[in-house]
Nanobody
Framework: QVQLVESGGGLVQPGGSLRLSCVVS????????IGWFRQAPGKEREGVSC????????HYKESVKGRFTISRDNAKNTVYLQMDSLTSEDTAVYFC???????????????????WGQGTQVTVSS
């Protein structure tokens, strides 16, 4: 059974940092792309970052470049999203998702991802 479980969200002040974790099970992380997405109240879900299997190149939404870093530890079946210099605009529920079609690259398009976690709330506020 494919499962993704996010953790690490919380309340942080502007300028602060959080590290989100996504533990996956039911499939081999080595072979598939993982994406991080977020959804703020009243807004559509948007892609934040993704990491393709076997491809060192990662992709980021323009507004998070230089502040967020995606990484994966295949041995621990875990993907991370390090978020630094957070602003109120980053407040959202964050989801990790798996693209279970083997591809050489990844995209920040929600429809490419077929397995989703339940989400973790990130709130940036003073």
């Amino acid at each position: 059974q494919v499962q993704l479980v996010e953790s690490g969200g919380g309340l942080v002040q502007p300028g602060g940092s959080l590290r989100l974790s996504c533990v996956v099970s039911g499939f081999t992380l080595d072979y598939y792309a993982i994406g991080w997405f977020r959804q703020a109240p009243g807004k559509e879900r948007e892609g934040v970052s993704c990491s393709a299997a076997g491809d060192p190149k990662t992709h980021y939404k323009e507004s998070v470049k230089g502040r967020f870093t995606i990484s994966r530890d295949n041995a621990k079946n875990t993907v991370y999203l390090q978020m630094d210099s957070l602003t109120s605009e980053d407040t959202a529920v964050y989801f990790c998702a798996a693209d279970l079609v083997p591809r050489r690259s990844c995209a920040l398009t929600p429809r490419d991802y077929t397995a989703w976690g339940q989400g973790t709330q990130v709130t940036v506020s003073s």
